[in-house]
């Protein structure tokens, strides 16, 4: 990508709000949401359009834990 559009990075968001909701869905927190855990495929897409992946599920939780707050790089998250 040299050039986002308003467009994409709503495709963007859109995507990545799926898969928290997947993870949720299925009972899971991800626990290091950032930057450097979206992978942008933007090979995978006939479209144009990035398909967003996120990566790094070495600390998930299960929901109901509150555990996130040890978690993953300081400054990302801040609840416990």
């Known amino acids: 990508f040299s050039h986002l559009t308003a467009i994409d990075a709503l495709d963007i968001s859109v995507q990545l709000l799926k898969a928290i909701m997947h993870l949720h869905r299925l009972g899971f927190m991800h626990c290091d949401i950032k930057p450097d855990n979206v ?7 006939d479209n144009s359009r990035p398909l967003v992946k996120l990566l790094d599920f070495s600390v998930p939780t299960t929901v109901g834990d509150r555990v996130c707050a040890d978690s993953g790089r300081p400054g990302y998250q801040g609840w416990t």
Not at 39 to 45: F, G, R, T
């Open 39 to 45: 992978l942008l495929d933007c090979d995978a897409n």
